[in-house]
């Protein structure tokens, strides 16, 4: 399954997925009430020169924020329209920022590592009786069922098209594609209760 | 289906969430009457988990899509995912997006005696447009440091293509249930 994990190795792939969570909480907190734009573009700059600190194209991954241009530009047009051009800017800035700084953690941890953290994270509950171990299985079943997805609706089209069915209206096959996948998410269902269910076998 | 097992539940929010996600992963189609904005399928699958799943195991749905996409899954359309997503000018849709499938699903809930087609586009539309919308538009205005006005202005852009999505998830459930009625959990 594609990831947006970027296998590396660096200062900050070493550091444990809980305390980067935390990190990226408390910049977080600490960046949204400032409003001075020099303050935030040398924030920008440090922010940077982290991507910079990754390696070779290291900085080629903050392309994430480009598909976002139309709504910086929307964002300036409408504080330049209310006569504040600054303020437009300062909300740009700062919307790339915590964009870059969550990207950071999400190119540097494992998705399985992330989720490892989640599951401490929320060892309390454990302590009321209840179990992480459902939030664990779904996450898992989740990934899997979208290629098993894609799969099937590629089956339905197959045979339509077999039948000679019109490809423009081929839009009429989710109804069969969903109803055999929730045919399957049944037999799922009974194959993880037969197999012991979420608990597992104890 | 009165009273499903804890896996077959998991078994069929986990569907869902990976509905939407894969309908995320379609190619985006552009739509002649809104000015050829590019619309994305993924929010049919909100109203299509809140209509067929009810109120809360649709809500439970998209909050583990959001937690998936908050891993490092690139599954919000246009292959967008991470925790950055969370950060950017669309928060307030992702925070609606369970409120949308809760809204959804407690109407649907609620019109459990009227024919399924109207009350599933009835309840996907104030699910997913009207509640969504709140959201989305507040999200923007604060994102975006602008008035909710202006943030409002964007969203009729989207508002023919979210209409057509609501046409389509009343379809779907109709004819679902059709075919298979007991997959219309809010009316079990």
């Known amino acids: 399954m594609i ?9 900050l792939h070493n550091h444990r997925a809980g305390h980067k969570l935390l990190a990226l909480c408390f910049v977080s907190i600490f960046i949204f009430p400032l409003t001075s ?13 982290m991507y910079l600190s990754l390696g070779k194209d290291g900085l080629a991954e903050m392309r994430v924020v480009v598909p976002l241009w139309p709504w910086f530009l929307m964002m300036l047009a409408f504080h330049w329209y209310s006569g504040e051009p600054v303020a437009g800017l300062v909300a740009v800035v700062k919307m790339v920022l915590m964009i870059l700084l969550a990207n950071l953690l999400t190119l540097s941890t494992r ?3 992330l989720l490892s953290a989640l599951q401490q994270g929320l060892t309390p509950i454990t302590w009321l009786g209840f179990s992480t171990r459902p939030l664990a299985l779904s996450v898992s079943l989740m990934i899997r069922y979208i ?13 339509w098209r077999a039948r000679g069915g019109a490809e423009r209206r081929k839009w009429l096959l989710v109804v069969p594609a969903l109803i055999g996948a929730l045919r399957l998410a049944d037999h799922v269902g009974e194959s993880l209760t037969a197999r012991g269910g979420v608990s597992g076998f104890r | 289906m009165s009273n499903p097992s804890t896996e077959r539940t998991i078994a069929q929010i986990a569907l869902y969430a990976a509905l939407i996600a894969a309908l995320g ?3 985006k189609f552009a739509i002649p009457i809104a000015g050829g904005i590019p619309i994305t399928a993924q929010s049919l699958g909100v109203m299509l988990a809140g209509v067929m799943l009810g109120p809360v195991r ?5 909050l583990l899509f959001l937690l998936v996409v908050a891993l490092g ?10 925790i950055g997503v969370f950060m950017g000018p669309s928060v307030g849709f992702l925070v609606g997006f369970p409120f949308a499938a809760f809204t959804c699903g407690l109407i649907m809930k609620l019109l ?22 709140v959201f989305g538009i507040a999200g923007m205005a604060w994102k975006m440091d602008t008035t909710v006005m202006q943030a409002a202005s964007v969203m009729v852009v989207f508002l023919p293509g979210d209409m057509l999505k609501v046409l389509l998830a009343g379809l779907i459930a109709q004819t679902v249930w059709r075919g298979m009625p007991q997959a219309l959990i809010s009316r079990a």
């Open chain 1, 147 to 159: 290629p098993v997805l894609v799969l099937l609706l590629g089956q339905h089209r197959q045979a």
């Open chain 1, 3 to 11: 990831s947006l994990y970027r296998p590396a190795s660096s200062w």
């Open chain 2, 25 to 27: 992963l379609l190619p």
């Open chain 2, 73 to 82: 899954l690139p599954l919000l359309a246009g292959g967008r995912g991470g």
């Open chain 1, 37 to 49: 734009l020099a303050l935030l573009l040398s924030l920008l700059m440090l922010c940077a020169s």
């Open chain 1, 111 to 113: 998705q399985s590592d």
């Open chain 2, 112 to 133: 459990k005696n009227s024919p399924v087609l109207p009350a599933a586009w009835f309840s996907a539309a104030v699910g997913g447009i009207a509640i969504l919308y």
């Open chain 2, 58 to 62: 649709g809500a439970i749905a998209l």
